[in-house]
C-alpha cells in the first residue's frame, strides 16, 4: 500500500538557520505529493505542492522538489523564522486517473520549533 | 470570505454518548471529508463524500457516522461504539474527489471524553 514517512522529530532550530525536512514516500505510478502545515490549535493549510517528477513546489520561500528516482519530496527553507514554527506533513495522493477518488496519505508530522 | 467552519471549538462526551461535529463549507465543493488526528501521528480517513446524499467509509470509520444531505454540510457522529475517542478532529473539502483536487481543511474539533 501507499505509505509516507518523514524524519523523526522534534526539529529545534535558531533564526535564519537552514531548514530541511526530509520526506520519503512508497506508492506505485506516480502520486501527487503535497506538503501541510498546521500552526498551533489550527487546522492544516496546503504549504506546497508538486504532480509530476522533477516538478518544484514553492511557497512562503519553502521548497520541495518531487525526486522520483529517489521517491523523495524532501521540504527546505532557506532562512527560517519563528513565525514558521508549526507541525508540517508530507502527504500523497495517488494518481488513479480519470474522476477515480484518490485517498491523502499523511506522514506522522515533523514538529519545528524556531527560537529566536 | 469562502472557508470550512468546524464547530465546536472543544467537545466533551460522557460515557455512551453520542456526539455530533458540525463541518460547513460555503466554497461550492463537491467533496467532503472528515479526519482524525491523534498525537505524533499523521491524519487517518473516517468517511468521505463525493457528491449530496453518497458517502464512503475511510480507514477508521468504524464507530462513526456520517450524513450528506445538503453541499455545504457533512456532520460527523461520534457514537459510543467508539471506544477511544478522544483526539482532534478535521474536515477537509475539495472542489471534486478528483486526484489532482488540493484539499481544504477546516480548524478542526478537539473531542474529549469525561
Known amino acids: 500500500g501507499n505509505s509516507v514517512t518523514q524524519m523523526e522529530g522534534p526539529v529545534t532550530l535558531s533564526e535564519e538557520a537552514f531548514l530541511t525536512i526530509n520526506c520519503t514516500y512508497t506508492?506505485?505510478?506516480?502520486?501527487?505529493l503535497f506538503w501541510y502545515v498546521q500552526y498551533p490549535g489550527e487546522g492544516l493549510q496546503l504549504l506546497l505542492k508538486a504532480t509530476k517528477a522533477d516538478d518544484k513546489g514553492s511557497n512562503k520561500g519553502f521548497e520541495a522538489t518531487y525526486r522520483k528516482e529517489t521517491t523523495s519530496f524532501h521540504l527546505e527553507k532557506g532562512s527560517v523564522q519563528v513565525s514558521d514554527s508549526a507541525v508540517y506533513f508530507c502527504a500523497l495522493r495517488p494518481n488513479a486517473g480519470g474522476t477515480s477518488y484518490g485517498k491523502l496519505t499523511f506522514g506522522q508530522g515533523t514538529i519545528l520549533t524556531v527560537h529566536p | 470570505d469562502g472557508g470550512i467552519t468546524q464547530s465546536p471549538k472543544y467537545l466533551f462526551r460522557k460515557e455512551g454518548q453520542n456526539v455530533t461535529l458540525s463541518c460547513e463549507q460555503n466554497?461550492?465543493?463537491?467533496?467532503m471529508y472528515w479526519y482524525r488526528q491523534d498525537p505524533g501521528q499523521g491524519l487517518r480517513l473516517i468517511y468521505y463524500?463525493?457528491?449530496?446524499?453518497?458517502?464512503q467509509k475511510g480507514d477508521i470509520a468504524e464507530g462513526y457516522s456520517v450524513s450528506r444531505e445538503k453541499k455545504e454540510s457533512f456532520p460527523l457522529t461520534v457514537t459510543s461504539a467508539q471506544k477511544n475517542p478522544t483526539a482532534f478532529y478535521l474536515c477537509?473539502?475539495?472542489?471534486?474527489?478528483?486526484?489532482?483536487?488540493?484539499?481544504?481543511f477546516g480548524p478542526g474539533t478537539r473531542l474529549l471524553v469525561l
Open positions: 477537509a473539502s475539495s472542489i471534486r474527489a478528483l486526484v489532482q483536487e488540493t484539499q481544504y
Open positions: 506508492a506505485t505510478g506516480y502520486p501527487s
Open positions: 466554497l461550492n465543493h463537491d467533496a
Open positions: 463524500s463525493q457528491i449530496v446524499n453518497d458517502f
